[in-house]
């Protein structure tokens, strides 16, 4: 991936209870969770291509949030939606999708209550039309 922007993980998951750093123990419901990230710093779009990999192979401590969903057995990455941006929207995407959420979550650097919601079936359609209300144009990437 090239360029700088935003990005969401669509993830699909069973019913489990982990910890999350800081954050403590959570639960999170059978579904779909979306995280959504800023690749504004350095590497810009290629952070989205590292929780991929990290994803997979399942191989490092976690360091932020999303790492602890992503190399839990109970989660997995379906797909990953980018949009190319020098604009910090990071937090207008996630206002955009709001809805339920796992409060505190990816959210240390901002005001916002949360960067992961949760949807009972598959967000990818719905994040690409929130995308598109802020002017942007994603591509979608399915993982599974």
């Known amino acids: 991936m090239a360029g700088k922007g935003i990005y969401c993980l669509c993830l699909r998951n069973s019913l489990t209870s ?19 990230g800023s690749a504004l710093g350095p590497g810009g779009l290629a952070r989205a291509d590292r929780h991929q990999r990290l ?16 190399i839990s057995d109970r989660f997995r990455l379906a797909a990953v939606i980018t949009a190319e941006t020098t ?25 916002c209550g949360s960067h992961l919601f949760y949807r009972p079936s598959d967000p990818a359609g719905e994040v690409c039309t929130a995308m598109e209300g802020l002017g942007l144009a994603p591509a979608i990437r399915r993982v599974i």
């Open 55 to 70: 994803a997979a192979a399942r191989d490092r401590r976690p360091t932020w949030h999303i790492d602890h969903l992503l």
């Open 18 to 36: 982990l910890s999350i750093g800081r954050l403590g123990e959570r639960t999170f419901e059978e579904g779909w969770h979306l995280y959504v």
């Open 87 to 111: 604009d910090p929207l990071e937090c207008a995407l996630a206002a955009a999708i709001g809805g339920r959420s796992v409060q505190e979550f990816g959210s240390s650097d901002c005001h």
